[in-house]
Each structure stands twice: as C-alpha cells, then as structure tokens.
C-alpha cells in the first residue's frame, strides 16, 4: 500500500505557472506508475498526464500537451507536474494516484489506478 499526499496548488493569474508535488509514502515509490488527473465542478475526474514505471514514458491529455510536463524522482518518492501558461479551464482539485502496472495502454483510465491522494485545488484567473 502506499498513501499520496499533494501539495503545491493555489490561485494563479491566467498565463502563470505552477508545480504540483505529490510525496509517496509506503511501499517503494519505484514500483509505481503515476498519474495525475483533475475535477472541475459537476465534472468527472479527467486524465491530465502519466509517466511509466518501467521506463519513465510520458503521456499528456490533448488539452495540457505542450504547457504541462510530469515528470518523478525516485529518491525523493515524489511526482511532479509542472504547469505553464494556465488557463482558466485549468481550475480544478487535482489528484495524483498509484498504479502498479510496469506499463499500461490504460494509464488514461481512472479505473486503472489503485490509490490516490485527496487533491489540491488550482484556481486560474482571468
């Protein structure tokens, strides 16, 4: 088992940027793949990026390709996603979750995850 804490939301103006951390504690950070996904308001959670365990393969949301990079430090058992030029569709609570897949074609799916964190808010402005 391993429990995901996030940190690093907040209100930021349109054009801005942040970096979300998420800090693994548990079982080894290694033999995890991670992913972060967002909810916006009377919406479903959606996928936002992912990145393998098995050789650190990165995979972005249409919406965020470009602007958001994922990216992980096994030493530090943290994930980070970093995020450029927000915009105001960006607004949302934004999880990170666990999956134990070596690689997945699913990684897209919340389903295919097993744990997750209790979110952090991102706001953007306009």
Known sequence: QVQLVESGGGLVQAGGS????????GRTFS????GWFRQAPGKER???AAIWRSDGSTFYADSVKGRFTISRDNAKKTVY???NS???EDTAVYYCAADPAYYSGSYYRVEEYDYWGQGTQVTVSS
């Open 81 to 83: 996603l970093q995020m």
């Open 31 to 34: 033999s995890y793949s991670m």
């Open 18 to 25: 942040l970096r979300l951390s998420c800090a693994a504690f």
């Open 86 to 88: 927000l915009k105001p």
């Open 46 to 48: 959606e996928f936002v």
